[in-house]
């Protein structure tokens, strides 16, 4: 679940148990994805124990995170499921089965381990990595962070305009695939469904694909969706 999109405050989520269960149940595919990155394989709720353990772990950061400390619950939650992921394979026997940096991720975060301490080791590392990653997706598309900076729109009333239109775009698997597949956005399509005027969502091309593709991507892109869509956030909190 996209954290620009919390139906509840932070202190209902840890008060209220009939909250805490409809965000763990709203948040079942950002855990999932988190797992199959981990284990590099497909896993499927009911069938496999690494979703219970890893839903444990995000349970479990709900109770530990800090909100004050600034650093992205889901990003702090992300760690914790890796770390008792890797946990479960060591109990298992099955270390070999998990072709990954073992001794980074065990290192990043114990349960027991305070959030500062979290962010001194991997909060820069994270940032950087997530920085990486999106500039070789925008590079797919002939965008860069550059190109995004020169984009963006100045005033607040046309940026939001513009990521309206991205997360429509984004959220709307038919419209999503046409990018996917031919690199562009589908002008006449996204001018019927959002109602934008043409012009605009010409202008506002480069930014809005480059917008929309973070918002796909949600649970990859923690750190960076943060930064970029702040406004949105506090608007939906």
Request: with cysteine; hydrophobic share 40%; net charge negative.
């Amino acid at each position: 679940m996209p954290e620009w999109e919390f139906k509840w405050s932070w202190e209902k989520i840890t008060l209220d148990p009939q909250a805490r269960e409809d965000f763990l149940q709203e948040s079942q595919p950002f855990i999932r994805h988190v797992s199959i990155q981990t284990c590099h394989r497909t896993l499927e709720w009911g069938r496999d124990e690494e979703l219970s353990e890893a839903l444990i772990a995000f349970n479990e950061a709900i109770e530990h995170y800090e909100e004050e400390r600034g650093v992205p619950f889901l990003a702090y939650a992300r760690l914790l499921i890796k770390r008792r992921l890797i946990d479960y394979y060591r109990k298992q026997r099955l270390r070999e089965a998990l072709p990954m940096d073992q001794d980074e991720v065990g290192q990043a975060v114990d349960i027991h381990v305070g959030l500062q301490e979290f962010r001194e080791r991997q909060q820069n590392q994270e940032r950087a990595a997530e920085i990486q990653e999106f500039s070789l997706a925008l590079k797919k598309y002939g965008l860069s962070f550059q190109v995004l900076a020169e984009v963006c729109p100045k005033h607040r009333d046309s940026r939001e305009t513009l990521l309206g239109v991205a997360r429509t775009l984004a959220l709307s698997p038919e419209l999503w695939q046409q990018v996917e597949r031919t690199g562009k956005l589908p002008m006449q399509a996204l001018t019927l469904k959002t109602k934008v005027h043409p012009k605009v969502l010409e202008r506002g091309r480069k930014y809005i694909l480059a917008v929309a593709l973070l918002i796909a991507n949600q649970h990859d892109y923690i750190y960076l969706r943060e930064y970029v869509l702040p406004e949105e956030r506090r608007a939906e909190g």
